[in-house]
């Protein structure tokens, strides 16, 4: 059989059959193709595609699951090599448009493309492997298991739970995010006003509020 009579067969069983089935360029030996007597029915193709979307349901909340409660990383997260000494800052410059963290100023979302650190190739020290002379970060590749479902100019986003390998053997975990509390008006208006005054017994809770509620508006 030739190239193109096989590259036909192959491209005609791939777009029938099930994901698991699909075939690569090369075909082992012995492997069954499906052809135009066994194409499947409309029910049968119906019952494929249910079963896809289902697989991608349930895809999504398997990583949403994995991720939960992690905080996505921001610029200024602090990193840690466990062949290093020293902690280091994550600079974000794959995205300087989408800031999360309330939409604090800086505080850029780290993507799987951002592999730099504030304090440049010897960033995380001294370097168990090299005897501890200083560290060399070399990184390989994107990092490892970001979130797959918000992205930021189709580059996936970063949690706690990623990390990053470096070609030294190293493995980058997550220090700290990042991200930082800053109390607001919204906090205080959730607040239980009882336990506030304990905490703050010099603060008139009622009156600073409504000093303070300048962007709302009354009947």
């Not at 466990?82 to 974000?92: D, E, R």
């Not at 448009?97 to 850029?108: K, L, V």
């Not at 020290?125 to 930021?152: E, H, M, T």
Request: net charge negative; aromatic share 10%.
């Amino acid at each position: 059989m030739r190239d193109y009579q096989k590259a036909q067969l192959r491209s005609y069983h791939n777009n029938i059959c099930e994901l698991n089935n699909l075939l690569g360029w090369k075909v082992k030996a012995g492997t069954e193709l499906l052809l135009e007597k066994e194409k499947p029915s409309q029910e049968k193709l119906q019952e494929i595609e249910e079963r896809q979307e289902e697989q991608k349901i349930q895809e999504f909340k398997e990583e949403r699951e994995s991720h939960e409660g992690s905080h996505f990383l921001v610029h200024g997260a602090k990193c840690i090599c466990n062949k290093g000494s020293n902690l280091a800052t994550l600079k974000v410059i794959s995205n300087r448009y989408t800031p999360f963290n309330n939409n604090r100023e800086g505080a850029y979302a780290a993507t799987e493309e951002g592999v730099q650190f504030e304090e440049g190739s010897f960033c995380f020290g001294s370097c168990k492997l090299r005897k501890n002379d200083p560290c060399i970060f070399s990184p390989a590749g994107k990092w490892q298991k970001p979130y797959n479902y918000v992205k930021i100019y189709d580059m996936k986003t970063l949690t706690e739970l990623s990390y990053l390998n470096c070609t030294q053997v190293g493995k980058i975990t997550v220090h700290y995010h990042g991200q930082k509390i800053k109390i607001g008006f919204m906090h205080l208006q959730r607040a239980d006003t009882e336990t506030l005054n304990m905490i703050l017994p010099g603060l008139e809770l009622q009156e600073y509020m409504e000093e303070q509620d300048t962007d709302q508006y009354y009947i």
